[in-house]
């Protein structure tokens, strides 16, 4: 990924967004590697992820790269 920089709006609601969904990952790694939770429970865990802002931190990391992309 080349060095591209997302506006500081963008930066902090990014931040915000990526914050949540690491630590929610982390901890259901653990969960699903120590057998605490199924991994029939694994298309839940993405629809988790989904639902706490993914697409939106993939919408400003694309705008950043365009922003990129355009010099």
């Given at each position: 990924m080349p060095?591209v920089?997302?506006?500081?709006?963008?930066?902090?609601?990014?931040?915000t967004?990526?914050n949540?969904i690491?630590t929610?990952?982390?901890?259901?790694?653990?969960k699903?590697?120590f057998?605490?939770e199924?991994?029939?429970n694994f298309d839940?865990?993405?629809?988790n992820?989904?639902?706490?802002?993914l697409?939106?931190?993939?919408?400003?990391?694309?705008?950043?790269?365009?922003?990129?992309n355009?010099?």
């Amino acid at each position: 990924m080349p060095p591209v920089t997302p506006t500081s709006e963008e930066s902090r609601e990014f931040s915000t967004i990526m914050n949540e969904i690491n630590t929610y990952r982390d901890e259901m790694t653990l969960k699903f590697i120590f057998g605490t939770e199924s991994l029939d429970n694994f298309d839940e865990y993405v629809k988790n992820i989904e639902g706490m802002g993914l697409s939106r931190a993939l919408e400003i990391q694309n705008a950043a790269l365009d922003r990129y992309n355009a010099r």
